[in-house]
């Protein structure tokens, strides 16, 4: 099956019961049991629901794993998925990382003594240089998030089988359509389904997928016992979503092509950083292992009052967090998605104050285009 075929008839499909071509919202607690023990695969919806299980179901086929999860955000997967270590036990990870992973890690999973160092992952020798007797697992994001930083997840994967390491990809930003990094070697992926997955601003979720049985045995018993799951009305509302995951892909790869064009052209704007651009540095590892560059991009307009001007005047883009929806919209990473960076280590990463992050949308790429140029005036 090929992808967009995928993400119409993956997972499970529709209701037998009923014929119903759209799985059934299951809203329901609890379920009949006939003696005790003795049910129809459901006994209680924290522990399975069947609306959960089609999601998690399709997640699990597009990835390509052994087994996927859903969990109430993006948050809730991650910390559910450290909570697979233990006291005493490192984690290396990328440095430019989603602010509020950096901050589950080091200020809520730090109390419970699990270690995390902070590198280049793009660069395979600091990622070497970090490892230590305690490391367990290597997380990474690529592309990242604000600069679109590129991890080679093949040789970051061999690196972890050689070294007896979990490797886990948060791949929010490109989504299995442009994206599977099991295929690289990952054992874990997990997504911020609000994004591009859900992509319609209308749902907060996150998904991880497993590749293997016994993460997928130990997974499923974190989830049912600290309970972060998604609800079957969210779920219903993913499902929805991922079924037109492909043709927003492709159209937002598209727009954010020609917006990007535009902003090469512009005297204003300094550093872009777009995967897609020859120019970027992780554009060749990036090409090998991805089949598409995503609608995620940043530049720099070289001060924090030009990027509030921006802000006043821009109409289209929406000033707001998050990212991956068919509205586009605008932020200003140093001050929304990673104010709770620190300054200082902000500025290590080139966070600038100036740099002014997009998520491009589905509006008519001209008016976007249109409206970059007036507001950037
Ligand atoms: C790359 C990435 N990972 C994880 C998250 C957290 O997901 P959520 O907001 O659904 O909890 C986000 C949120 O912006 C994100 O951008």
Redesign the pocket.
Same mark, same amino acid.
């Given at each position: 099956m090929r992808k967009k075929t995928k993400l119409i008839h993956g997972g499970v499909t529709g209701d037998e019961q009923t014929g119903a071509v759209n799985v059934p919202i299951y809203q329901v607690s609890t379920y009949e049991q006939e003696s005790v023990g003795n049910h129809k695969g459901y006994e209680y919806s924290r522990t399975g629901n069947p609306t959960r299980h089609a999601l998690e179901e399709l997640i699990k086929d597009l990835e390509g794993g052994k087994r996927g999860f859903a969990f109430g %955000?993006?948050?809730?997967?991650?910390t559910s998925v450290f909570m697979l270590f233990s006291a005493g036990d490192h984690v290396i990870m990328t440095d430019d990382?989603?602010?509020? +992973?950096y901050r589950v890690v080091s200020k809520v999973l730090n109390k419970f003594n699990i270690e995390f160092t902070f590198v280049d992952t793009s660069s395979i020798d600091e990622v070497k240089k970090a490892i230590k007797p305690n490391t367990k697992a290597i997380y990474i @994001?690529s592309p990242t998030?604000p600069l679109l930083k590129i991890t080679d997840l093949k040789k970051v994967s061999e690196l972890a089988k050689e070294q007896g390491l979990y490797m886990i990809v948060?791949n +929010?930003?490109s989504t299995p359509y442009w994206q599977t990094p099991i295929d690289s070697g990952a054992d874990i992926v *997990?997504? %911020?389904? +609000?994004?591009y997955l859900g992509g319609h601003s209308d749902v907060?979720?996150?998904l991880v997928v497993v590749n293997s049985e016994q993460l997928g045995e130990d997974l499923h018993f974190i989830q049912n016992s600290v309970g972060g799951i998604l609800g079957p009305q969210d779920s219903y509302l993913l499902i929805r979503g991922i079924k037109t995951l492909g043709v927003r892909m492709e159209e937002i790869e598209e727009n954010t092509r020609r917006v990007v064009d535009f902003l090469q052209e512009h005297p204003v704007v300094t550093n872009i950083y777009y995967p897609g651009l020859k120019s970027h540095r992780g554009h060749d590892t990036h090409t090998s292992q991805a089949t598409g560059f995503g609608g995620m991009l940043s530049f720099d307009v070289g001060s924090s009052e030009k990027a509030d001007q921006l802000l006043s005047r821009i109409q289209y883009f929406t000033l707001a @967090?998050? *990212?991956g929806a068919v509205e586009s919209l605008i932020s200003v990473p140093a001050k929304m +998605?990673h104010a709770s960076i620190p300054r200082d280590r902000r500025e290590e990463l080139g966070i600038t104050d100036g740099l002014v992050r997009i998520s491009v949308g589905l509006e008519d790429a001209e008016d976007l285009i249109e409206d970059l140029d007036q507001a950037l005036k």
């Open positions: %955000s993006g948050m809730a997967a991650i990382v989603y602010g509020g +992973t @994001e998030n948060d +929010t930003f *997990l997504h %911020s389904a +609000t994004k907060v979720a996150g @967090e998050s *990212l +998605t």
